[in-house]
């Protein structure tokens, strides 16, 4: 068998070489002094004539040093413990700012405070300063981050793994209420939170062909690249909570092996010169890159293979010991696959352990089967990755062949079962009819288990998704409903909530959220009801405060706070929620009801379109138009505000979270795999109006119906609407008030008297309508009567609204850790 021989680490010479790192003091005294060392050291300044930026990094460097000592520890002792951990291998980790995050892991929050306060220093000044990692866009890489967050505070050995993202996904900003994208330059000063190492840069290659061999009488396959990058790691620490863990996450960022020609420089074409260096860093220029062109498409696949193919590398080739069996692999390490990005990992391990190490096919097959896991995140077949076989076949040709033996021997297996069904193979074949490599099914195949992430879509998965491949494998198919780490977006973001709740209840509640349950007496305690409605009263006005500084916005005292932040895409259904408010406005200005009948509301969007996605920058659109015209009509008398406040993320969401009255899950049922945002809502006191869709299914049972504002058809029933021709302009017609609002926005009311700008929007719902908003908007409306009705009694809304935060404890992404470890991984903390 070959090996590739790893790296020999150095043996400690002088005494102190073998001390362990030790964390400076915990004091205020201790704080101050290596503080001062790090910006006169480390930044170059004294303090009296430092920037706000050097205080900023040399705070963070601060921070860094105390976490340090402990994850020097970790890394040492997870590698004498040779034990099982998580390699997590995701396209996004939304982050979100690290500074307080690493404050409260390592409890040094007050004495931060102030050490910079007898320096003369502001904290929440220099907190100001941190800029958010670009390196995520919404759940997805929420919920990455949350996991690697719970596995850390869990003791879980877990190396996060993706690509270090020069400018994230796009910064939005709004010219004439249009959606116009910006480079995201959040590296443009430096991250002081990550370590480069260059030394451990692994080489990526792509292109070329393959060629058969003479192996001792063994025919084998090699791959003859025409083109490499190399990818070069950035470490993150990941702090546990008090629990003195870190764990890392491993950013790649992609240089070209060659990136200069010095050369062709002196000849004069400086742009050639570069040429190659331009093309390699590409790969981690953007997150999900415009697809719509074929340039596009062929760099998501070199950005997907570039991460995975680094991360399997680094994993086999340096953090295994030297000299490991491989076929032992299983015992070391679960793959986890978050959606179907990573997939081509599967080949990817088969060529390292085939055409690298040497072992025989069925060897490599049963390791790779046992060492990867897949999880699902969508029910919509478009967002299930396809690959062209042109595609795949030029850019990773040695991949190609081994999906091709992987399907055929998988379809082997199936006529095997089934005899000659040829409509049964076609439908479980990996290449599909059109020759595309169907990502999902090889995930499927490979997988040691495939999971949905809430019941209903665990269920629909297997039933509807992929019901072939649940007959063909049974118990390979099984949920993990997700979950939200309440050190973020309890403890930091509602640090009133917090505080209330630990009063209340005691501590411990932050790493056993179902302890919230000792909550539910107090729902009936008038005072206990009294404080939570004043937590929330300063959340909103915080929350104005944001939004004033920030963009200029205006927040009403007094109105009930209606939220609707998530991707915008039209199963989403944001189109749902701006036909209610446009009726509601069209209500008062023909006179049909008096403002005063009107509950004060301000609706808060928050949401970015895909580059190319025109309907959803449409939909953007007409929603800022509706809210430039209803924020000035003094008809409304202030009863009605719609704010959109551009380029939402995790900063915003710490804000907008707490403060939310209401929270908007109204996806068509069946589509929503989960949602995440719908569990922060809840946890921190707002009321759900919402579908039976993804985890609100379980929201509801969790926190009562009399506490969630149910509306809209089941699954079963969208499936009828849709198995008998669903006809928009039927449920239209049923509706005045919808036919009205319809009416107002073609009549050219938002649009400056121009009813061809909307149009497109209009047209698509009358005509086509893909995610029926029209049929369930009647249910919708009775329920925001509901709504009303419940918030005119303070004290019932209230109570609602604390026995969310009670019943919620269930939505713990430490919950959900436990669950992946019980279900899948079998990996145990190391003690």
């Known amino acids: 068998m070959k090996n590739l021989s790893t790296p020999s680490r150095p043996q400690p010479t002088h005494p102190l070489a073998?001390?362990?790192?030790?964390?400076?003091?915990?004091?205020?005294?201790?704080?101050?002094?290596?503080?001062?060392?790090?910006?006169?050291?480390?930044?170059?300044?004294?303090?009296?004539?430092?920037?706000?930026?050097?205080?900023?990094?040399?705070?963070?460097?601060?921070?860094?040093?105390?976490?340090?000592?402990?994850?020097?520890?970790?890394?040492?002792?997870?590698?004498?413990?040779?034990?099982?951990?998580?390699?997590?291998?995701?396209?996004?980790?939304?982050?979100?700012?690290?500074?307080?995050?690493?404050?409260?892991a390592t409890g040094l929050t007050e004495i931060a405070g102030e050490a910079l306060?007898?320096?003369?220093?502001?904290?929440?000044?220099?907190?100001?300063?941190?800029?958010?990692?670009?390196?995520?866009?919404?759940?997805?890489?929420?919920?990455?981050?949350?996991?690697?967050?719970?596995?850390?505070?869990?003791?879980?050995?877990?190396?996060?793994?993706?690509?270090?993202?020069?400018?994230?996904?796009?910064?939005?900003?709004f010219v004439d209420g249009q959606q116009v994208e910006q480079a995201d330059s959040w590296l443009s000063l430096g991250s002081p939170w990550e370590f480069p190492h260059p030394e451990a840069a692994q080489t990526i290659s792509?292109?070329?062909?393959?060629?058969?061999?003479?192996?001792?009488?063994?025919?084998?396959?090699?791959?003859?690249?025409?083109?490499?990058?190399?990818?070069?790691?950035h470490n993150y620490m990941v702090p546990g909570y008090h629990n003195g863990r870190v764990n890392t996450l491993r950013l790649w960022s992609a240089q070209a092996t060659q990136g200069f020609d010095l050369r062709t420089f002196n000849s004069g074409d400086y742009q050639e010169a570069v040429r190659a260096q331009t093309y390699a860093e590409n790969i981690s220029k953007v997150l999900y890159p415009e697809d719509s062109t074929p340039q596009g498409k062929e760099l998501r696949l070199q950005q997907q293979y570039f991460f995975v193919a680094a991360s399997i590398s680094d994993f086999v080739n340096l953090i295994l010991p030297?000299?490991?069996?491989?076929?032992?692999?299983?015992?070391?390490?679960?793959?986890?696959?978050?959606?179907?990005?990573?997939?081509?990992?599967?080949?990817?391990?088969?060529?390292?352990?085939?055409?690298?190490?040497?072992?025989?096919?069925?060897?490599?097959?049963?390791?790779?089967?046992?060492?990867?896991?897949?999880?699902?995140?969508?029910?919509?077949?478009e967002a299930l990755e396809v690959w062209p076989s042109d595609l795949l076949g030029r850019l990773l040709p040695r991949h190609l062949e081994i999906i091709y033996r992987i399907n055929d021997e998988f379809l082997d297996e199936v006529r095997e079962r089934y005899g000659d069904d040829e409509d049964r193979i076609r439908r479980m074949s990996i290449i599909a009819p059109d020759g595309a490599v169907r990502m999902a099914f090889l995930a499927t195949v490979a997988g040691s288990k495939v999971n949905g992430v809430a019941e209903l879509h665990s269920q629909l998965l297997r039933e509807k998704v992929l019901p072939d491949f649940d007959e063909f494998f049974p118990g390979k198919f099984t949920n993990v409903t997700n979950g939200v780490t309440p050190r973020r977006f309890v403890k930091l973001a509602n640090p009133g909530l917090s505080r209330l709740i630990t009063d209340t209840i005691g501590p411990g509640w932050l790493t056993d959220l179902e302890r919230l349950r000792e909550l539910e007496p107090f729902a009936d305690d008038a005072s206990f009801r009294q404080a939570f409605a004043s937590v929330k009263a300063a959340n909103k006005r915080a929350l104005a405060k944001t939004l004033h500084a920030r963009d200029?916005?205006?927040?009403?005292?007094?109105?009930?706070?209606?939220?609707?932040?998530?991707?915008?895409?039209?199963?989403?259904?944001?189109?749902?929620?701006?036909?209610?408010?446009?009726?509601?406005?069209?209500?008062?200005?023909?006179?049909?009801?008096?403002?005063?009948?009107?509950?004060?509301?301000?609706?808060?969007?928050?949401?970015?379109?895909?580059?190319?996605?025109?309907?959803?920058?449409?939909?953007?659109h007409l929603i800022n138009a509706v809210g430039e015209v209803v924020n000035t009509d003094p008809r409304v008398e202030g009863r009605l505000a719609v704010l959109f406040p551009?380029?939402?993320?995790?900063?915003?969401?710490?804000?907008?979270?707490?403060?939310?009255?209401?929270?908007?899950?109204?996806?068509?049922?069946?589509?929503?795999?989960?949602?995440?945002?719908?569990?922060?809502?809840?946890?921190?006191?707002?009321?759900?109006?919402?579908?039976?869709?993804?985890?609100?299914?379980?929201?509801?049972?969790?926190?009562?119906?009399?506490?969630?504002?149910l509306f809209g058809m089941t699954e079963p029933e969208v499936a009828t609407l849709a198995d008998g021709g669903y006809h928009p302009i039927d449920f239209v017609r049923a509706d005045e008030?919808?036919?009205?609002?319809?009416?107002?926005?073609?009549?050219?009311?938002?649009?400056?008297?121009?009813?061809?700008?909307?149009?497109?929007?209009?047209?698509?719902?009358?005509?086509?309508?893909?995610?029926?908003?029209?049929?369930?908007?009647?249910?919708?409306?009775?329920?925001?009567?509901?709504?009303?009705?419940?918030?005119?009694?303070?004290?019932a809304w209230t109570r609602s609204a604390i026995l969310n935060v009670a019943r919620s404890g269930f939505f713990s992404s430490d919950r959900s850790m436990r669950d992946y470890i019980d279900r899948i991984w079998h990996t145990p903390p190391v003690r």
């Open 737 to 795: 008030n919808l036919q009205s609002a319809l009416d107002l926005i073609s009549s050219g009311a938002f649009s400056g008297g121009d009813g061809s700008v909307f149009e497109p929007v209009v047209s698509n719902l009358v005509h086509h309508d893909p995610f029926m908003a029209l049929a369930d908007f009647t249910s919708y409306a009775a329920a925001q009567q509901k709504v009303d009705a419940l918030y005119a009694d303070t004290e």
């Open 552 to 620: 200029g916005l205006t927040v009403d005292d007094g109105h009930m706070l209606d939220v609707m932040v998530k991707r915008l895409h039209e199963y989403k259904r944001q189109t749902l929620k701006l036909l209610h408010i446009v009726s509601q406005y069209d209500a008062i200005v023909s006179g049909r009801v008096s403002p005063a009948e009107v509950t004060p509301r301000t609706f808060v969007f928050g949401a970015k379109a895909a580059p190319g996605y025109a309907m959803a920058k449409r939909i953007i």
């Open 18 to 104: 073998a001390a362990p790192v030790t964390a400076p003091e915990a004091t205020v005294d201790g704080f101050v002094e290596q503080f001062l060392r790090n910006l006169n050291n480390g930044r170059g300044v004294a303090l009296s004539a430092s920037t706000p930026n050097d205080r900023y990094f040399a705070l963070a460097a601060t921070v860094r040093d105390y976490l340090m000592a402990r994850w020097l520890e970790d890394v040492r002792r997870q590698r004498t413990a040779q034990s099982k951990g998580v390699a997590y291998l995701s396209a996004e980790y939304l982050l979100g700012r690290q500074l307080d995050n690493n404050l409260l």
């Open 322 to 381: 030297r000299d490991f069996d491989l076929t032992r692999l299983p015992e070391r390490v679960i793959f986890q696959l978050n959606d179907t990005h990573p997939v081509i990992g599967v080949p990817e391990l088969m060529r390292v352990l085939v055409d690298e190490r040497g072992l025989e096919w069925d060897a490599a097959w049963a390791i790779t089967r046992e060492c990867f896991a897949y999880t699902c995140h969508t029910l919509l077949p």
């Open 206 to 233: 792509f292109g070329g062909h393959t060629e058969t061999y003479d192996d001792d009488g063994v025919t084998r396959s090699r791959w003859i690249p025409a083109w490499n990058v190399q990818a070069v790691p």
């Open 117 to 173: 306060a007898a320096c003369g220093l502001d904290i929440d000044e220099v907190r100001a300063l941190e800029i958010e990692p670009g390196l995520g866009n919404g759940g997805l890489g929420r919920l990455a981050a949350c996991f690697i967050d719970s596995l850390a505070t869990m003791g879980v050995p877990n190396i996060g793994y993706g690509i270090r993202y020069e400018y994230g996904i796009f910064r939005q900003t």
């Open 646 to 709: 551009p380029n939402y993320n995790v900063t915003l969401a710490e804000r907008v979270v707490p403060a939310a009255d209401l929270s908007e899950q109204i996806s068509l049922a069946g589509k929503e795999a989960s949602g995440t945002g719908n569990m922060k809502f809840a946890l921190n006191g707002a009321l759900t109006i919402g579908t039976d869709d993804g985890a609100n299914v379980e929201i509801r049972q969790l926190v009562g119906d009399e506490n969630f504002f």
